[in-house]
């Protein structure tokens, strides 16, 4: 988390699932006095008082940023509660998550309807699906996009494991994992990727794509060339 911040960047996504995530996040945040700097993201399996109760205590916290039902499924789900507890400043925004694209039907249509803040979705150099219908949708109606398991959950490393970044990337990338973020962040509906790390370098690796120049949507071409042609 130092080397989070050290890096410029405040988004912190977890959820009520992620094992102890929160009672970890909510330990280290309250004895370094860093709440104010961060932007707390978490995630409720439903709008249950008791879960977000829960969360609000494991995270030391009176209020999140945002507040994300977590894995929707169904085109039904209602962000009602969500918002009435946005109403009473529980959290600053609401928001949706899915990383299933058996689920996206469902995503669009909470998407939609409720017009939440914000929306999750896995998007990665190799796993664009995202691109068709959900981003499109998300600028409609306004929403912030997230974008979960951003290396493919380590998948993107594996597959350029051994190789050197082309010199035409290294004008906007200093590694491949800059490289991976800012085919993301080059999209102009994506507002922040969330790549997970356990490892303090690989954090301020990552910190590092919030600088410096975009891929340009011919660059951005050029990117997913080269991983289908790996
Ligand atoms: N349904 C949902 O709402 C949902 C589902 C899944 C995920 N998410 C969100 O998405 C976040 C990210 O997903 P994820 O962690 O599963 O996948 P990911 O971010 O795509 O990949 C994480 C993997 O990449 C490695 N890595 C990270 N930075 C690196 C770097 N600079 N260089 C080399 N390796 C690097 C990590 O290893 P090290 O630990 O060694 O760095 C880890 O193995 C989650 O934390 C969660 O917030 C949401």
């Given at each position: 988390m130092q080397a989070l911040i050290r890096g410029g960047g405040r988004l912190i996504d977890t959820a009520s699932t992620y094992g102890d995530a929160e009672i970890v996040l909510g330990k280290v945040t309250a004895a370094a006095g860093v709440r104010d700097k961060l932007f707390i993201a978490t995630k409720l399996e439903s709008?249950?008082?008791q879960e977000l109760k829960r969360s609000l205590a494991r995270l030391k916290t009176a209020r999140v940023d945002l507040l994300?039902?977590?894995?929707?499924?169904?085109?039904?789900?209602s962000l009602e509660r969500f918002r009435e507890w946005k109403r009473q400043g529980v959290c600053r925004y609401v928001g949706?998550?899915?990383?299933?694209?058996?689920?996206?039907?469902?995503v669009e249509a909470v998407?939609?309807?409720?017009?939440?803040?914000?929306?999750?979705?896995?998007?990665?150099?190799d796993n664009r699906g995202a691109e068709k219908g959900i981003l499109p949708l998300a600028a409609e109606v306004r929403a912030g996009v997230l974008?979960?398991?951003p290396y493919g959950n380590g998948r993107l490393f594996r597959l350029v494991h051994g190789k050197?970044?082309?010199?035409?990337?290294?004008?906007?990338?200093?590694?491949?994992?800059q490289f991976f973020l800012k085919y993301l962040l080059g999209d102009p509906r994506v507002t922040a990727v969330i790549p997970?790390?356990?490892?303090?370098?690989?954090m301020t690796d990552n910190a590092g794509a919030m600088r410096g120049p975009l891929p340009d949507p011919d660059q951005r071409r050029r990117m997913i060339e080269f991983i289908e042609s790996l």
């Open positions: 709008p249950d008082a994300q039902l977590h894995n929707v499924t169904s085109k039904q789900q949706i998550t899915s990383t299933s694209r058996r689920d996206y039907p469902a998407l939609k309807r409720e017009k939440p803040d914000f929306v999750q979705i896995d998007y990665s150099l974008t979960a398991v050197e970044l082309p010199d035409w990337a290294r004008v906007f990338a200093n590694s491949w994992g997970g790390t356990g490892d303090p370098g690989h």
